[in-house]
């Protein structure tokens, strides 16, 4: 039986090894009395998780019940800039019906917001404003994504949780892991234990082996005697955590080791590697690593905010979008073009799945996972980029489908079958 691995109590609840907000892919185990379980979490795991909604959402990322995650960003709409609004995305700007935001033109306040709702608020003269030039503005400090206490502390409980996972560690033993647990515990102050990789080798590698998003970890022993484990966060930070001191140094020309890949669509794996040469892994204290590396980490999150990976969560939110607009639409409460919203990438994704679940309903295998399903089956990547002609193109097909009254049937009929894969995704889950 298990006992607590940080203090050896018998009355345990089941962790979340990398917090299910920062991953598809969920570990767990039951390891942790409720005490640790709760100090790690309320001291920085949740705190943590805040600062990083923006990227979270736009991996697709979802709330524990299948909603989008909010943020807080600056909107800016026809030179006038609102600050500090939470949104989730277009459609929660545009449709918020009961939504007003407050801005200021030539000192005066204006208010924004669906005019037909305005019309209604006393004494307030509405004027139009363009929400096509709409953009949204959001600003993060490196230093608070990858470098705060918070983070660092967060990242070494990852690492000891994960290492006591795959070495099947049932306890806590403080001849060992007395330095990592006394900092996860904030007993101690090393600024040693967690270092950021600078690494070009090891960048290298996990950009080959990992895609944005992914989570990915291993462990080796260092030429100088200690065991780390290697913790790259959504391939962006590639951390370095001192977990044991071995005391024999790893001198083998060659080391083999596990990669495990735990993605945002839900896929976990683990692949081999090898390296050649000393086994040693060149890493800094993490403010300095992110001083020195700034536009590298400033690309890789760029990159990051237009990757969209088509988890199943994700692919049902925007179905029961376009599913409540249909509604809508059927009532002829909204018209074609609200229906299609032909700006929203998002959207135009969400019709051209439907429309692959319509055409593909008896290709469809159970046995294999949804994101292979996808990959398989309808050939679509799970990282989904559409071009502007492209998206033109298949517009005009829908708008003649529409015209031989076949589209709607069409939208219908792929919700449908959406609605069995997730029935039956889910059941998979669960078992
Ligand atoms: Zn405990």
């Known amino acids: 039986?298990?006992?607590?691995?940080?203090?050896?109590?018998?009355?345990?609840?089941?962790?979340?090894?990398?917090?299910?907000?920062?991953?598809?892919?969920?570990?767990?185990?039951?390891?942790?009395?409720?005490?640790?379980?709760?100090?790690?979490?309320?001291?920085?795991?949740?705190?943590?998780?805040?600062?990083?909604?923006?990227?979270?959402?736009?991996?697709?990322?979802?709330?524990?019940?299948?909603?989008?995650?909010?943020?807080?960003?600056?909107l800016e709409i026809d030179g006038l800039v609102v600050s500090n609004t939470l949104v989730s995305n277009r459609a929660s700007i545009y449709a918020a019906d009961k939504r007003f935001f407050q801005a200021e033109r030539d000192g005066k306040k204006v208010l924004i917001g669906a005019i037909e709702q305005l019309?209604?608020?006393?004494?307030?003269?509405?004027?139009?404003?363009?929400?096509?030039?709409l953009t949204v503005t959001y600003s993060f400090s490196l230093n608070k994504l990858f470098a705060s206490d918070m983070v660092l502390h967060t990242v070494a409980k990852i690492a000891y949780e994960w290492h006591c996972f795959v070495?099947?560690?049932?306890?806590?033993?403080?001849?060992?892991?007395q330095d990592i647990v006394e900092y996860i515990l904030e007993q101690q102050q090393d600024d040693c234990i967690v270092e950021v990789v600078v690494d070009g080798n090891v960048i290298n590698a996990m950009e080959q082996l990992c895609d944005l998003g992914t989570n990915s970890l291993y462990e080796y022993v260092d030429v100088d005697g200690w065991l780390y484990v290697i913790f790259n966060f959504w391939n962006v930070a590639i951390y370095k955590v001192k977990i044991i001191d071995t005391k024999s140094p790893n001198n083998n020309p060659t080391t083999t080791l596990n990669l495990y890949r735990y993605r945002i669509d839900g896929i976990k794996d683990t692949i081999v590697f090898g390296v050649y040469g000393a086994t040693h892994v060149i890493s800094e204290s993490p403010t300095q690593a992110l001083l020195r590396m700034k536009n590298f980490y400033i690309n890789k999150l760029e990159a990051l905010t237009k990757t969209k990976v088509l988890s199943i969560y994700l692919v049902k939110q925007m179905i029961e979008g376009v599913q409540a607009d249909l509604e809508a639409y059927k009532k002829r409460k909204i018209d074609f073009a609200r229906l299609m919203d032909y700006e929203d990438n998002d959207r135009v994704t969400a019709i051209k799945l439907i429309q692959c679940f319509a055409e593909n309903k008896n290709s469809y295998n159970t046995a294999i996972s949804f994101n292979e399903n996808l990959r398989a089956i309808f050939g679509i990547n799970e990282v989904l980029t559409i071009k502007q002609e492209e998206k033109i193109k298949y517009l005009t097909e829908l708008v003649q489908l529409n015209e031989t009254a076949a589209l709607i049937p069409m939208i219908d009929s792929g919700i449908a079958m959406f609605a069995e894969i997730w029935d039956n995704e889910i059941a998979k889950e669960k078992q």
């Open 167 to 177: 070495n099947n560690v049932c306890c806590y033993d403080n001849e060992k892991y």
């Open 1 to 74: 039986m298990c006992k607590c691995i940080y203090c050896n109590s018998e009355v345990l609840t089941v962790s979340d090894i990398i917090p299910f907000a920062l991953t598809g892919a969920k570990i767990k185990k039951k390891f942790v009395c409720k005490e640790h379980n709760a100090f790690t979490n309320d001291h920085f795991e949740k705190h943590v998780i805040s600062e990083y909604d923006f990227f979270r959402n736009a991996l697709g990322l979802t709330t524990r019940d299948g909603k989008p995650i909010k943020y807080t960003a600056n």
């Open 119 to 133: 019309k209604q608020i006393n004494g307030s003269a509405p004027e139009p404003i363009d929400m096509k030039n």
